[in-house]
């Protein structure tokens, strides 16, 4: 599919939703909805097209996957049965355990759900990063015009986008890639490289994008975890920036005081009836800290594998259908998305399920990407069976 056939399905739509789109120096911004309904579109076209359907949607949670003669049972949470050659993991986002319980937590993607929210009692936001942006327009959007407190442990906020030219791809050796402190340097030292040639350090971050994986794979296990210990943060924030009109919006809330970000942890959440009091210890230190809100928003992003609820991933790991990654953040699988586990098959997997593996997998370039490479996989795997057992199916 063309690249541009996004924009032009946006120049379709009418007035009124089209102001929702805004052209800037660094690119068009078009609401997350607005993908949504586009993506929709692509698939009710390859439901409807002309000829003998090859994709059939089910409406159902898929809640097993149960190993078979020539393939799998796949069953479903309404007690259906499919039997199916293979599968793709397409599961996007794990949700995570996020902040400690409490009976005023709010959905972040459900903010039709908030219900009648009081502008005299604050909501505190947990995580600050593009997920809390999201979360400060949906409570604006829904009409609460109260504070809102954000929390994270340190504290920092995505920075915006901004308009990039062309870097070259850093040339890095094998000393750089074998510990984390020196490939943080070398790649510090290709920003102060770019500043000095009055080039922006969005340059030098772009420009590292088709090697993420490779930089990922290359870096030793102990120097992973360090990164996502220490370094995660700081990356986040640079490599996932904010839509200019979205971080406007951030910074005149934070400038009216109306939104406060703040670095810390929280130590407790105690419910009331009418509102959840939080004990907060600072990063800066001092005394702790109680707060009261009258709600709760989990924005601290991506869960790991080891802490989901999820009844088919965590089936799959019991079988040895599939196994955690050496991080725990999603699923092991090879170069080719095939999951590695004890007992091998055709499961396969993309998107967010992938970061231990790749790391960057969840932005649309990348899963786009990854959903051609895995279609031509799954293709030349289906062509290599029996007539009568090719049938796959995509969770």
């Known amino acids: 599919m063309r690249l541009e056939h996004f924009s032009a399905w946006l120049s379709r ?52 996957l149960v190993p078979v003669a020539g393939g799998y ?30 009976r005023h937590r709010l959905d972040p993607w459900r903010p039709e759900a908030f219900g009648r929210l009081h502008p005299h009692l604050p909501v505190l936001v947990v995580g600050t990063g593009l997920t809390m942006v999201d979360a400060v327009a949906s409570l604006r959007g829904q009409g609460f ?53 009055g080039r922006d350090w969005r340059d030098v971050i772009d420009a590292l994008r088709p090697i993420i994986g490779y930089l990922w794979r290359s870096l030793p296990a102990a120097e992973r975890a360090r990164f996502l210990r220490h370094l995660r943060p700081f990356w986040d924030v640079h490599r996932h920036r904010a839509a200019p009109p979205a971080a406007a919006a951030i910074a005149a809330e934070i400038d009216a005081g109306s939104l ?8 407790a959440i105690a419910d009331a009836p009418g509102e959840a009091v939080v004990q907060i210890r600072p990063r800066s230190g001092g005394a702790d800290e109680t707060l009261a809100v009258q709600g709760v928003i989990d924005a601290t992003g991506i869960g790991r594998i080891d802490e ?37 098959g055709r499961l396969w997997t993309l998107g967010p399920l992938l970061r ?32 009568s057992p090719r049938r796959a199916a995509f969770v």
Request: proline share 8%; charged share 20%; aromatic share 4%.
């Open 145 to 197: 015009s109260g504070r809102i407190v954000a929390l994270s442990r340190r504290g920092l906020v995505p920075r915006v986008h901004a308009p990039t030219r062309p870097w070259p791809v850093p040339d890095l050796k094998a000393a750089d890639l074998a510990s984390l402190a020196r490939l943080t340097r070398r790649i510090r030292a290709e920003v102060a490289a770019a500043e000095r040639a």
């Open 13 to 64: 739509l009418p007035e009124a939703e089209a102001s929702a789109i805004v052209a800037t120096p660094a690119g068009t911004f078009a609401p997350r909805a607005l993908y949504g309904r586009y993506l929709g579109d692509l698939l009710t076209q390859a439901v409807v097209t002309d000829g003998a359907p090859r994709l059939h949607l089910v409406h159902d949670a898929v809640a097993d």
């Open 356 to 387: 231990g593996t790749l790391w960057e997998c969840i932005a649309v370039p990348d899963i786009r990407s990854q959903a051609a490479e895995v279609a031509a996989v799954v293709a030349a795997e289906v062509e290599r069976l029996p007539a």
């Open 260 to 267: 406060e970000v703040r670095a810390g942890r929280i130590l």
């Open 73 to 102: 049972s796949l069953r479903t949470e309404g007690g259906a049965a499919y039997a199916v050659a293979g599968a793709v993991l397409a599961m996007g986002n794990l949700t995570g355990p996020g902040a400690p319980p409490s």
């Open 308 to 344: 989901t609820g999820d009844p088919l991933l965590r089936r799959l790991v019991v079988r040895g259908l599939a196994r955690p990654d050496a991080c725990g953040l999603g699923l092991a699988a090879g170069d080719d998305f095939r999951l590695r586990a004890t007992r091998p």
